[in-house]
C-alpha cells in the first residue's frame, strides 16, 4: 500500500492510502481539527473531493500504475484519454481540460498529482516527498503554523437598515479567546454550499462570515442582482464589528459576483473594512455586465437562468437550445417561455433601456466615496467580467505602493484552470501555483497587522501571450508602455471579405469610407458555448470574418515582435441611416495560417457616443465619432503575424441585436442599417494601443 498526503492551501486536509485494488480515506474532522479513521474511500466520498479539490482519487489510484508507466520523457504524451507536456521529464501538465491534475514523477514513481483552480491550489502528495512540490513555499513561510478547529456559532438573521434580515453563518477558531478579524464573504448561490473551501482563513485564526444576499437561499427580501450590495455591505461590515468576538478589522475574499459586493461594501466607505481580495469582480452595468456599452448582453442569460429562482440552478445554465432562446421576440416573453415563469429582475434590466437611477444605484465605481482599502486583484485576459477589474484598475491606480497587487493571466472567468482554452494553448507557466499563498500573506498583512513583506513585491504581475511569460510592473497602465496609434486603411469599397483593409502605423492622408448593410436578423456570430457560461474566450474568426457585414483591417506581415499591453480604444469614424445601431470592435492576432483568433473586443450603441447619461439619436448619413474600449490583453504579435481589427454591428450570443430603431435592443421591429466607417484624412479611424518598449 501507497500512502498520500492531501494539502489544501497548505493544509494537510486527509490521507490517501491505495494498493491491491482498494483505497482508503482518513479525512480530517475540521471541526476537531483530528484525523478521522481509516475507511474505504466511496463513490460519494470521492464524489465530494471532486468537487472539492478537482481530483478523482478512485480514478488516480486505478491509472497509478498506468501513469508510471507512461510518464516518461519529454514532449507531448497521450494515453487513455488523457494528454500531457513535459519540458524536463519530471512535471507533467495535464492538457485540454478545466481544472487539470498534474503529475509530478521522479525515477519513474509518481510523487505527486497538483490542482489548480481560481482561488485555491491542492497536492496530493506521497508521504515524504512534500519537499518536492509548491508546499515547501509554505513550510517555509509558515514552518511551526498553529491550525484550529473549525466551530461553527451558529445561523444569524441580520438585520439590514430597512428591517430585511439577512442569513449569515458565523464560523470561528475553536479555542481562540482574543478578538479576531473576520473574512466576509456574501454569496448569492447559497452559503452552505461549497462553504468548506473557506475552513482554511478559519484553520489560521480568522472568523468565517457567509452570507446570503438580499433575496437569496435563506435571506430575506427582494432580488435584484446588484441592487441593495452597497447598503446591505456596509450594515452587514458594521454587524460584525459589533459582535464580541470580533476584532473589527474585516476582509472579503471571492470572484465574480462575490467580487462585485466587495467593491460595493468598499464604495460605502464602512471603516472596518481593511482588505480585499478582488477576483474577476463584476462591474458596473454599462461598462461591464448587463448593458455593456448601452446594448443588453444575452451572454448573460446562462447565469441569470442560474439565478432565476431562489435557490441557484445549475442545471438552468446548461441547454441544447439557446439558439432558439434567444431568438424569442419580444424580449419580454422570453423568460417565460425558455423557463415557464417569470424573472422579475429580467423585466426590471429590460425595461430600464437607459442609464438612470435604478443604474446609478448598482454601480460601485461612481458611487464610491474614495476609502482606501489594501486590494489585491485578480483576473484574466479573457475574463467575461473584465471590464469590471478594468474598473478596480482605475480605483486603486493611484492608491500608495503596497496597497495595490495586481495578478493578471491568460485566464477566463473561471480563472487560473486551464493551459488550453478553445483551441487556443498557451506555456507551461500560464497556471500559477501561488495564489492561495498570496492571499493569506494579504490577510496576515493587513488584518493581522503581520509585516511579511506582501506589500513589497510588484504591485502587478502579468501574463504576455505569444511570449508565454510572466512581467512585473509598478501600475497599470503598465508604465514600461507608451501609447501608439494604429490606424485603419484603404481605398474604400461597397462590400468587405478579410483582407480587404489595412492597419497602418501613419495616418493616411487620404479620406475613405467602407459601408456594410447590418441585418438585426442575420447578424455576426460571437463564438461561444453559451452553456458554458464563458463570454469571453479566445476563438478562431477566421470564417465570420469572411461575412459581407464585418469589416476587416489587417497589417502587413510583421517583420518584428511588436508586444501589446494594456487595455485599448478604439475611436472610430461612423455614419448611418438609422438613428441607432451597435458597433463591436475585435481585436485580433493573425496566425502564418492565417488563422484570426480573437484577443480582445469592445462595444458601443451609438446613441451613447457622448456617454451613457446622455442619449443622442444618429442624424441619417451624418458623420459621428465612437470611443469603444476594449478588454484587457498582454500579446506578442510575433514575427510573421498580422494584426486584425475588425469592425460589425451585430455579436449573437454575446448582445442582443439593436434593431436600429430609436428603441435599440427592446423592439420587434428591425429594419436594415446602412452603416459605414470612414478613415484616412481628417476621419482617421484609429486603434489606440500600449506598446511595450
Known sequence: MRTFNLYVSGILYGRLRTGNGQTFICRLDVFSGEPGDWEPLTEKENGFYKSFVKMDFLSIA?????????LKGMGEISFAGERYTSEDGCSYLQRDIKFPNNKLMKAGRL???????REMVSVLVEEGAEAETSLKMWRETWPDEKLYAVTYAGRFDVPMRDGVRLSTDVYLPGGLKEAVPAVLVRTPYGKEDGCEVYYRYIQRGYAVVIQDVRGRNLSEGEWIPNYYEVEDGDDTLNWIAAQSWSSQKVGMVGGSYLGYVQWAAAASGNPYLKALISVVCAGSAFVDTPRRGGSLVSGMLAWAFSVSQKEFQQKLMEREDWE??????????LPVKALGYEVPFLKKWSENSDYN?????????ERSKGARIPALIQSGWFDDNGMGTTEALEIVHDFPKGMRKVILGPWQHSGNSRYDMHGVSF???????????????????????IENGIEKTAPVEYYTVGEEKWKTAENWPAPQTKTADIYLAGEGWAQTSAGDGRLVFEKPEREYADAYDYDPENPAVHIIDMSENEIEVPEDYTEEEKRQDMLCYTSEI????????????????????????????????????GRSIKLADGILSARYRNGFEKLEFLTKDEVACLKIRTTKISNCFKKGHRIRVTVTSGAKNLVFPNSNTKDGYN???????????????SHASRLTVRVED
Open 62 to 70: 486505478e491509472k497509478l500504475e498506468l501513469y508510471e508507466k507512461e
Open 111 to 117: 510523487l505527486a498529482v497538483t490542482c489548480p483552480a
Open 324 to 333: 432558439e432562446v434567444l431568438n424569442i421576440r419580444p424580449l419580454s416573453e
Open 357 to 365: 437611477e435604478f443604474w446609478r444605484r448598482t454601480n460601485w465605481k
Open 427 to 449: 506555456g507551461s507557466k500560464a497556471l500559477r501555483f501561488d495564489l492561495d499563498y498570496i492571499y493569506f500573506q494579504w490577510f496576515e498583512r493587513f488584518l493581522k497587522g
Open 558 to 593: 510583421l517583420d518584428r515582435d511588436i508586444t501589446i499591453t494594456g487595455d485599448m480604444t478604439a475611436e472610430l469614424y461612423i455614419s448611418s441611416d438609422a438613428p441607432d445601431t451597435d458597433f463591436i470592435v475585435r481585436v485580433t492576432d493573425v496566425d502564418e495560417k
Open 667 to 681: 423592439s420587434t421591429t428591425y429594419v436594415v442599417a446602412r452603416n459605414k466607417v470612414y478613415h484616412g484624412g
